[in-house]
């Protein structure tokens, strides 16, 4: 990809995050600390077309670790952002 | 790599989905169905990244998910409550330690080719793993901290 055009989207995604983030009340602030940290749990694809994509066993071996990373941040992110937010709203009523 | 385009669809919709997800998040009424619908998302970008042509090792691949998504399941569901914000900063290290890993792979095909990309490799890299290295330390620090203080990663 350009690498102009990537810089574009990091700067859009950028102030995407920060006027999500930015109007939050303080309670939800944990929670959603642990929900980006669920869609930082993306980066599992990277590694997956790195491994897709590996020529030798080294390369193979990384890219095993990488997944298996990648995806315990994606799958562990998940259910403790949703075990929280479950609790929040018990609490609400 | 050109992608065909069934794939570039999903993973826009999959990044449609995250950002949906995390505005829902923002409110106490829609943050458990923003959470949901993140992992919608999740779910799309990882099967349309199976459906790529040409990738090879999609056995391991595919083995790899089970384990690391497995473990991690199982760990959130028994994990405390107030051992959340460890648990948190160990799976966001475990991102780290990912992109580290696949900055390794970048280097160890020679994809990177100019100086530039050299550069942003290294410093993927060195963030990567600092953050992995750093988040299996926390734990014990943090620990220590919570008899007296709150304690967020």
């Known amino acids: ?93 | 790599m050109t992608l065909p385009i069934y794939v570039q669809g999903a993973w826009f919709l999959g990044a449609a989905l995250f950002i949906f997800g995390l505005k829902g998040m923002s409110s106490p009424a829609s943050a458990r169905k923003g959470i949901i619908i993140a992992g919608y998302g999740m779910l799309v970008a990882i099967a349309a990244t199976f459906l790529i042509p040409g990738l090879q090792n999609l056995a391991l691949m595919a083995q790899a998910l089970a384990l690391g998504g497995s473990a991690a399941w199982i760990s959130g569901k028994k994990v405390k409550m107030t051992d959340m914000p460890q648990m948190v900063a160990i799976y966001n290290g475990m991102g780290g330690g990912a992109a580290a890993a696949i900055a390794a792979i970048e280097f160890a095909k020679g994809d990177a080719h100019s100086l530039a990309t050299t550069v942003l490799a290294v410093i993927g890299a060195l963030i990567g793993a600092v953050s992995f290295t750093g988040s299996s330390r926390k734990p014990i620090a943090c620990r220590r901290r919570m008899r007296s203080m709150s304690c967020s990663p």
């Not at chain 1, 810089?7 to 920060?18: E, K, N, R, V, W």
């Not at chain 1, 790195?50 to 992110?77: K, R, Y």
């Open chain 1, 1 to 93: 990809m350009d690498g102009l055009l990537a810089l574009y989207i990091f700067m859009l995604a950028a102030f995407t995050g920060y006027e999500i983030i930015a109007k939050v009340p303080v309670i939800l602030h944990t929670p959603l600390m642990s929900g980006s940290n669920f869609i930082h749990g993306v980066v599992v694809v990277g590694a997956m077309l790195m491994l897709g994509t590996a020529d030798t066993v080294t390369q193979q071996a990384i890219g095993f670790f990488a997944v298996a990373l990648g995806a315990a941040n994606a799958a562990g992110g998940y259910v403790v952002t949703e075990r929280m937010l479950a609790m929040f709203k018990k609490k609400e009523g």
